[in-house]
Structures are given as C-alpha cells and as structure tokens.
C-alpha cells in the first residue's frame, strides 16, 4: 500500500474522489501512521451552526494540498504514512452519545503505539473527548491553543458542555497542565472581568493579539516556551480574523492573518506532538473556500509536527 496522494499531474486537482490531501482513504485498522480524519459534529454550538460539514469542505478544499514545505525543507509523504481514514461516527441530536463515540473511536486509533491523528472538527466541543482518550494513553498534556476566545466560559442555559467550556473542563478533569497551556490569538469578548477569573488562577500562558503586534510577530515567537512532553495543539479557525476565516461560528474582528499563524506555527519547537485538530469551520458561512484553505494550510503545518 503506497501512502501517498493522488497526483494532480496525473489526475487535474479538480477530479477523483475528495479525501484530505488526495491521500488513500483507509480503515481505521490501516498500518498508516497519521490519520487525518474528520468529526462532524455541532451540537455544542452557541450561535452560526454549520462546522458538522466541515470535513467534507475542507477535503475538497484539500485537493490544492502538495506534500513538500519550502522553508521547511521537508517532504511530507517521504517522512510518514499519512493516510485519511473517514469520518468519526457522531450522533447528531445527542451530545453525551457523540462524547462517548469520539473518546471510543481516537482510543481505537490511539491503540497502535505511535499512530497519531490529525482530527477536523465540527465544533470546539469535539475536543474534550478527543483529549479523554489522548489523555488516558499520555497522562496530563500540555496544549497549545489557538482562539478568539478563551474556552473556559461557565455553562449555558445550564448545559456544562458546549463550544466555548472544552479547557476548563479538560483543566477540571486533570486531562491537561495548565501550567503547560498556551493561549494564541485571545481577544475576548468577554462579559465581564469574571470571566479571566479561570485562566488567572490556573496560572495559563494566555496571549492576546495585543501580545503578538505590540513588538511585532519576530519578537512574540522569541517569547515562546518549548514543549518537551506529550503536546496537542487545538486550532480554533476563529483564533483568524473573519477576513481570513469568515466561515465560522463565533467570529471576533481584529485576529490574526493566515499567515502570522503559519509563522507562529513554524516556530513552535514541539517534541512530540500525540495529536491535533482544527475546529470552527463553518463551511455555509465560508466564501470562495477562504476559511477552508486556511483550514488546509494549518493542517499542513501540523503534519509537520507529526
Ligand atoms: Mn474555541
Ligand atoms: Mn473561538
């Protein structure tokens, strides 16, 4: 089984079956050693609905994808087996059913020693019970997060679980360091000051926008700490401006450009990277497929990691 894309020199880019990359769509059972795979679910979405079709537009928004990285110097399908193994199953009218699906099928794939994952959301409720089953094999991680906003908010119309609480309770159930939390791209918007009440007492590295442009990128990427243990990275397409992602669920005005995050992703020293995802991707919101190919570009970056 050859691990590699369809070749648009062979195949134009615009034809064949859309799988993440033009890679082989395979079981999950494959011997590839990065799945790329999609959940599609957004139930815990608190304004646009819409990221449960995600997967599909960025797949086909993927079809631009190539394997090599110029300043990298580096070549994807030369380095590791990547493979896209589908989507996870997801109850879309049940939240608690859906939880137990996604932890149930990332320990599947968690199951082979070093197979990693590259997960496209749905909604930024999906990565609590990835990070369940990341957590149960590495122990408490540490995260880097990639948002608008903070995602330790209270619960809503008394419902504990919805997009905007994932870090808290992955804090809460000890699934993360928060010491060992990185915040990118915040600007709010908050309520009131209460709401910074979480990420002060927990101590978290939480960075504005502020942060990055007051210096300037060159400068911010210098401030960065390095990640020695098991690391996720959880990118928020909303941590973008809507100028550069304005397909998504809860957009903040004032964010970063697509490019800021691909640098600020290049320099982040990482050593072993267990999983990742890119969530908020509200493809009826999108137009001329921007945010999906930042989508594409960010997973292009992960992979690296990987
Ligand atoms: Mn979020
Ligand atoms: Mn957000």
């Known amino acids: 089984m050859k691990y590699e ?3 648009g020199r062979e195949f134009p880019r615009y034809s064949g079956i859309k ?3 033009r890679l082989p769509h395979v079981s999950l ?3 590839y050693d990065v799945a790329l795979v999609g959940v599609p679910y957004d139930g815990g979405v608190s304004y646009r609905p819409g990221a449960r079709f995600a997967p599909t537009h960025v797949r086909q928004a993927s079809s631009l994808g190539r394997g090599y990285h110029w300043s990298r110097a580096e070549h994807l399908w030369e380095k590791r087996k990547f493979a896209d193994i589908g989507d996870c199953p997801t109850v879309p009218i049940h939240q608690e059913q859906t939880y137990a699906r996604i932890e149930n099928f990332f320990t599947s794939i968690l199951k082979s020693k070093n197979k990693k994952f590259i997960a496209v959301g749905g909604d930024h409720s999906i990565t609590l019970p990835i990070l369940r089953s990341v957590s149960k094999k590495y122990g408490v991680l540490s995260l880097i997060h990639f948002d608008a906003h903070l995602d330790t908010y209270p619960a809503a119309w008394d419902c504990e679980y919805h997009h905007g609480t994932f870090l808290r309770h992955a804090v809460e159930e000890n699934l993360v360091d928060p010491k060992n939390v990185l915040q990118i791209g915040l600007r709010g918007p908050l309520v009131g000051k209460d709401d910074l009440a979480f990420v002060k007492k927990y101590g978290m590295r939480s960075t ?7 210096n300037g990128l060159e ?3 210098k401030t960065l700490p390095k990640f020695t243990g098991p690391t996720y990275i959880t990118f928020d397409i909303d941590s973008l401006d809507p100028a550069f992602a304005p397909g998504t669920g809860t957009p903040v005005v004032g964010g ?3 490019y800021e995050a691909q640098i600020i992703l290049r320099s982040l020293q990482i050593k072993n990277l267990v999983g990742a995802d890119v969530v908020e991707i509200s493809p009826s919101y999108d137009h001329a497929d921007i945010t999906a190919l930042a989508a594409v570009a960010v997973m ?4 690296f990691f990987c």
């Open 300 to 303: 292009f970056e992960l992979m």
């Open 208 to 214: 504005t926008i502020d942060d990055i442009r007051k």
């Open 219 to 221: 400068s911010f990427i």
């Open 19 to 21: 799988t993440f990359f």
């Open 29 to 31: 059972n494959a011997d």
């Open 5 to 7: 894309p369809l070749s």
């Open 256 to 258: 970063l450009t697509t």
